[in-house]
Protein backbone atom coordinates (compact mmCIF):
# COMPACT_ATOMS: atom_id res chain seq x y z
CA UNK A 1 0.00 0.00 0.00
CA UNK A 2 1.23 3.38 -0.73
CA UNK A 3 0.10 6.70 1.00
CA UNK A 4 -0.17 10.14 -1.43
CA UNK A 5 -0.34 13.23 0.06
CA UNK A 6 -0.13 16.34 -2.21
CA UNK A 7 0.18 19.68 -1.18
CA UNK A 8 1.11 23.36 -2.59
CA UNK A 9 -2.02 23.98 -4.37
CA UNK A 10 -3.57 27.34 -4.64
CA UNK A 11 -4.32 30.85 -6.15
CA UNK A 12 -1.86 32.66 -8.22
CA UNK A 13 -1.90 35.27 -11.32
CA UNK A 14 -1.28 34.39 -14.79
CA UNK A 15 2.42 34.34 -15.59
CA UNK A 16 3.33 33.01 -11.82
CA UNK A 17 4.35 29.66 -10.43
CA UNK A 18 3.85 27.00 -7.64
CA UNK A 19 5.19 24.15 -6.55
CA UNK A 20 3.15 21.35 -5.56
CA UNK A 21 4.55 18.47 -3.30
CA UNK A 22 3.26 14.62 -3.22
CA UNK A 23 4.40 12.84 0.25
CA UNK A 24 4.82 8.92 -0.08
CA UNK A 25 4.67 6.48 2.19
CA UNK A 26 4.24 2.96 2.66
CA UNK A 27 6.33 1.44 0.16
CA UNK A 28 9.98 1.63 -1.40
CA UNK A 29 9.71 4.74 -3.02
CA UNK A 30 12.61 5.00 -4.99
CA UNK A 31 11.56 2.14 -6.82
CA UNK A 32 8.63 3.44 -8.53
CA UNK A 33 7.36 5.82 -11.56
CA UNK A 34 5.83 8.73 -10.01
CA UNK A 35 3.62 11.05 -12.60
CA UNK A 36 1.41 14.23 -11.80
CA UNK A 37 -1.87 14.27 -13.87
CA UNK A 38 -5.07 17.00 -13.74
CA UNK A 39 -8.46 16.93 -13.78
CA UNK A 40 -11.10 19.74 -14.59
CA UNK A 41 -14.58 19.37 -13.68
CA UNK A 42 -16.67 17.51 -16.14
CA UNK A 43 -13.50 16.53 -17.90
CA UNK A 44 -11.58 13.29 -17.81
CA UNK A 45 -7.69 13.19 -16.10
CA UNK A 46 -5.09 14.22 -17.78
CA UNK A 47 -1.53 13.29 -18.08
CA UNK A 48 1.17 16.02 -17.17
CA UNK A 49 4.59 14.75 -16.21
CA UNK A 50 6.10 11.56 -15.19
CA UNK A 51 9.34 10.22 -13.71
CA UNK A 52 10.81 7.00 -13.87
CA UNK A 53 13.25 5.89 -10.90
CA UNK A 54 16.03 6.79 -12.02
CA UNK A 55 14.81 10.52 -12.89
CA UNK A 56 14.12 10.26 -16.20
CA UNK A 57 11.24 12.55 -17.39
CA UNK A 58 8.20 12.93 -19.75
CA UNK A 59 5.76 15.79 -20.28
CA UNK A 60 2.32 16.64 -22.01
CA UNK A 61 3.41 18.70 -24.94
CA UNK A 62 0.89 21.93 -23.42
CA UNK A 63 3.47 22.04 -20.11
CA UNK A 64 6.79 21.28 -21.79
CA UNK A 65 9.04 24.59 -20.71
CA UNK A 66 7.17 25.45 -18.13
CA UNK A 67 6.62 22.67 -15.94
CA UNK A 68 9.65 20.05 -14.17
CA UNK A 69 9.15 17.23 -12.26
CA UNK A 70 11.42 16.32 -9.72
CA UNK A 71 12.06 13.62 -6.91
CA UNK A 72 14.06 13.79 -3.67
CA UNK A 73 13.68 9.93 -2.44
CA UNK A 74 15.79 11.16 0.73
CA UNK A 75 12.08 12.45 1.51
CA UNK A 76 9.98 10.60 -0.69
CA UNK A 77 8.64 13.19 -2.27
CA UNK A 78 8.08 14.20 -5.68
CA UNK A 79 7.49 17.50 -7.07
CA UNK A 80 5.96 19.61 -9.48
CA UNK A 81 7.44 23.23 -10.66
CA UNK A 82 4.65 24.94 -12.18
CA UNK A 83 6.00 28.24 -14.19
CA UNK A 84 4.47 30.41 -17.09
CA UNK A 85 1.16 29.76 -15.34
CA UNK A 86 -2.02 29.96 -17.50
CA UNK A 87 -5.35 30.22 -16.90
CA UNK A 88 -6.19 27.16 -18.39
CA UNK A 89 -3.64 25.54 -16.20
CA UNK A 90 -6.41 25.82 -13.67
CA UNK A 91 -7.73 22.51 -12.36
CA UNK A 92 -7.13 19.36 -9.67
CA UNK A 93 -3.46 17.98 -9.98
CA UNK A 94 -3.51 14.48 -8.86
CA UNK A 95 -0.03 12.51 -7.71
CA UNK A 96 -0.17 9.08 -8.91
CA UNK A 97 2.36 5.90 -8.17
CA UNK A 98 3.24 3.29 -10.73
CA UNK A 99 4.45 0.40 -8.88
CA UNK A 100 7.00 0.02 -12.07
CA UNK A 101 10.47 2.07 -12.77
CA UNK A 102 9.79 2.95 -15.95
CA UNK A 103 8.16 6.48 -17.23
CA UNK A 104 4.03 6.00 -17.46
CA UNK A 105 1.50 8.73 -19.24
CA UNK A 106 -1.50 6.25 -19.24
CA UNK A 107 -3.87 6.79 -15.92
CA UNK A 108 -4.41 3.11 -15.91
CA UNK A 109 -0.53 2.56 -15.73
CA UNK A 110 -0.66 3.73 -12.44
CA UNK A 111 -1.20 1.94 -8.75
CA UNK A 112 -2.01 4.78 -6.25
CA UNK A 113 -3.86 8.17 -6.31
CA UNK A 114 -3.66 11.33 -4.05
CA UNK A 115 -6.58 13.33 -3.09
CA UNK A 116 -5.46 15.90 -5.45
CA UNK A 117 -4.72 19.70 -4.93
CA UNK A 118 -6.08 22.50 -6.52
CA UNK A 119 -4.58 25.13 -8.46
CA UNK A 120 -6.25 28.41 -9.67
CA UNK A 121 -4.75 31.01 -11.79
CA UNK A 122 -6.30 34.20 -12.16
CA UNK A 123 -5.97 36.13 -15.28
Known amino acids: QVQLVESGGGLVQAGGSLRLSCAASGRTFRNYAMGWFRQAPGKEREFVAA???????YYTDSVKGRFTISRDNAKNTVYLQMNSLKPEDTVVYYC?????????????????WGQGTLVTVSS
Open 51 to 57: ISRLSNT
Open 96 to 112: ACSLGPTIRTREADYNY
